[in-house]
DNA sequence: AGGGTGACCCGCT
DNA sequence: CAGCGGGCCACCC
């Protein structure tokens, strides 16, 4: 399985109503924090809630065909989102 | 095969 | 406390 792929299940991984951090998934993944961002990047695929996963501060970054859609995204997921951040209490270790 | 990029993180000044 | 630089790993050209 390639490393892209491995990502992609971590993504996958996290709870409905929760997201991780690409620092938390790097640390998982025994990478560096952009080798996750790459692998979201290049991923596409609806099946993937790469919008489930924010900075470290959580932040939500910017990608994914501008923030306010990834916003969207979370909000609909059931996540908070405060200025463009979600609160730690959403951020769970996967 | 080599260089550059990307949605980052940690440390120092 | 805020700003800057270096390091991390994988993928694309």
Redesign the pocket.
Known sequence: M????R?HRLCKKIPKGKVS????L?KK????????????????DPQVP??R?????G?I????SGVKNKITKLSAEGILVVDGRVPPSVITEV
């Open positions: 390639n490393y892209t792929q990502v951090t690409y620092g938390r790097a993944l025994n990478s560096g924090p952009r080798a996750v961002g790459q692998a979201l990047n290049k991923n596409t790469c919008h996963v924010v900075m470290s501060d932040s970054g910017g990608f994914n």
